[in-house]
């Protein structure tokens, strides 16, 4: 028998509206429910990551969807941060960026990342890629401390 699905704690790290919009509808329509936390650059994913300033009552998100192209610090240094940290490798991080090339995938698993989607133009499929990841990281993977 199937245990019933929980909600997650989902960290987008995001600096296009737009983009960030799309994922919010993605989530939205999504009936289990995960909560959805939006940073808008590197120093402040790692602020919340590390509970500083703002974010000292953030909680431990279950799953990083990180933009690699960020102003302050880019997706590839949070990325390192967040990989050599023991207390945060095991967070799941997935790549959702615009930037499609060889070096910038190869360069994201270098530095452990899980997965690598390169964000679609159409606003309903990049509406579906985001489904897919949320569906996929609910329902088949088995996150740490669940």
């Known amino acids: 028998m199937s245990q019933p699905v929980q909600p997650i704690e989902v960290l987008l790290v995001e600096d296009d509206a737009g983009d960030e919009l799309m994922t919010r509808e993605a989530f939205a329509d999504n009936r289990i429910g995960n909560t959805l936390h939006v940073v808008r650059d590197g120093e402040e994913a790692?602020?919340?990551l590390y509970r500083r300033g703002a974010?000292?009552?953030a909680v431990r998100p279950d799953l990083i969807l990180l933009d690699l192209n960020l102003p302050k610090y880019d997706g590839r240094q949070v990325l390192e941060v967040i990989k050599g940290d023991r207390d945060l490798v095991m967070i799941p991080v997935v790549v959702l960026t615009t930037s499609a090339t060889e070096e910038d995938i190869l360069r994201s698993y270098k530095l452990h990342?899980?997965?690598y989607v390169t964000k679609?133009?159409?606003v309903e499929q990049f509406i579906s890629a985001v489904r897919q990841i949320d569906d996929f990281f609910l329902?088949?993977?088995r996150?740490?401390?669940r």
């Open 55 to 57: 974010h000292q009552d």
């Open 120 to 122: 679609p133009v159409d």
């Open 46 to 48: 790692l602020d919340f």
């Open 139 to 141: 329902s088949v993977v």
């Open 113 to 115: 990342a899980n997965a």
């Open 143 to 145: 996150l740490p401390g």
